[in-house]
């Protein structure tokens, strides 16, 4: 095996803290939309076949000592679900901020009450992204299925008025759907009252319908091969280490860093022959990675 497999490690790591979640978007499971159809099934979040769970302390203080030794330096402290329906979530970012890690929530606000914002902004949270596809509720209740418009709008307005004259960054995401392509503007106007950022964000094409009709909106896709498994590192809520943000069912287990040092998961020949594979899809496209042929990001 090529050393250079080893050699560059990343400095950004995602860690899953609950991948349960109090919505149900029909376009979760960006890249298991091509296996899950096969199967008649859809990328609804309830679709997810791996176990659910919740992290627990004893998995996240190995999870932060190993991560520290490793050389991560930025964490974003969610992946497959609602990061803060973990009740000790406000906590768990203070102990990820005490260990000198750069802590970024990306959450869909329902759960984000004035309280807990002001937790999360106290122990040091560098950003807080709100995930809002859409101006209106009939809009956004198409696309973040059993949502709250007008609460999700009120915890974003606290939640911007408690960051003033702190360090911590407040944005709101608006991925464009061909449900809320007509929002766009009245969405970035009231972003502007709020005193939010505001940026757009292209749809992953995990269902078909939902492609924006307007081509300006449509999400570019990178060449492969693809770099993302050089620059991040995942670790699910029971500990499993995963390549990929796109790997949401844990299909390329590398290891768990409850029993494993994550020095030893990265160097592991798997772990080693995976990214060689993944580097060499146009030398070798027979050896892709079977979660990389349906990625949407790389093409």
């Known amino acids: 095996m090529n050393y250079r497999y080893f050699i560059k490690k990343p400095k950004r790591a995602f860690i899953e803290v609950t991948n349960h979640c109090n919505l149900n978007c029909q376009y979760c499971l960006v ?16 679709e997810m076949e791996r176990s659910f769970g919740y992290m627990s302390w004893e998995t996240l203080n190995k999870a932060g000592v190993e991560l520290k030794q490793f050389g991560i330096k930025d964490i974003l402290f969610f992946f497959q679900g609602e990061p803060l329906l973990h009740k000790e979530y406000p906590e768990m970012v203070k102990f ?4 000198k890690f750069v802590v970024s929530c990306f959450t869909n606000g329902t759960e984000l009450k004035k309280t807990v914002a002001e937790q999360l902004i106290k122990n040091g949270i560098s950003k807080i992204r709100f995930s809002i596809d859409g101006a209106s509720q009939e809009t956004y209740n198409k696309n973040r299925i059993g949502g ?10 606290d939640t911007v008025l408690l960051s003033k004259g702190t360090k911590t960054k407040i944005e709101w995401q608006y991925i464009i759907l ?18 939010v950022d505001f940026f757009t964000k292209g749809f992953r094409e995990s269902v078909p319908d939902l492609i924006p009709k307007n081509p300006a909106y449509r999400s570019k896709y990178l060449k492969k091969p693809c770099n993302d498994i050089f620059n991040q590192i995942g670790i699910c809520w029971n500990g499993d280490v995963v390549p990929c943000c796109y ?27 995976f990214r060689k594979n993944v ?3 146009n030398i070798s496209p027979e050896n892709e990675p079977k979660i990389c042929i349906d990625c949407l990001r790389w093409k």
């Open 31 to 46: 890249g298991r939309q091509g296996e899950l159809s096969q199967k008649g099934r859809t990328t609804f979040h309830n």
């Open 96 to 99: 990820l901020v005490d260990l």
């Open 148 to 157: 709250d418009f007008d609460r999700v709008i009120k915890n974003l307005k």
């Open 279 to 281: 580097r060499n899809v």
């Open 247 to 273: 790997d949401i069912d844990g299909k390329e287990i590398m290891g768990n860093v409850t029993n494993e040092t994550l020095s030893a998961i990265w160097k592991k020949k798997t772990y080693a022959q």
């Open 178 to 195: 061909s449900s809320n392509e007509h929002e766009i503007q009245s969405a970035r106007k009231m972003a502007k009252e709020i005193g």
